[in-house]
């Protein structure tokens, strides 16, 4: 939900190597993300030219979450699902501190984060297929 600029482990910034590191083991140059129960997937490609960071992972699913959502997109998950990703919009636009950044995030409109539906916290990345770069992110 937040930037990646605020990321931190444990109350501690994130060191610059570590944004670095392969975000797989193997390293690999693509990989494609899903959540579990969640109508989009990622495609992270690798922005050293050789294989996809940390950095690459927590700024594409930042970018990705950001977007806003159709019409359509709402119409696709269930009325009690709608309801929740309403009242997590309304959270997260209600937790801005200063009226302007309140009013700008209200009128920016529903994206897919609220779709998580409060569950944002990052909870790592696991292999979920005999394809090495097939990758699901577990979020809490």
């Known amino acids: 939900m937040d930037p990646p600029s605020a990321i931190s ?24 993300i899903t959540i579990a129960n ?15 960071t940390f950095e690459d992972v927590i700024n594409k699913i930042y970018s990705s979450l950001r977007k806003n959502i159709t019409g359509e997109d709402f119409a696709t998950v269930s009325s009690s699902d709608q309801n ?12 801005q501190r200063s009226k302007v950044a309140y009013d700008d995030e209200k009128r920016k409109g529903m994206k897919r984060v609220d779709f998580l539906m409060g ?8 292999n979920n297929s005999r394809s090495s770069d097939q990758w699901q992110l577990s979020i809490t």
């Open 119 to 126: 569950y944002t916290r990052f909870g790592g990345l696991y």
């Open 84 to 95: 929740r990703a309403t009242r997590a919009y309304e959270q997260r636009y209600r937790r």
């Open 9 to 32: 482990r444990h109350h501690q910034s994130i060191s610059s190597r570590a944004w670095k590191e392969a975000a797989t083991s193997p390293p690999l140059p693509r990989i494609s």
């Open 38 to 52: 969640f109508p989009w997937k990622f495609d992270v490609y690798a922005s050293n030219g050789s294989y996809v």
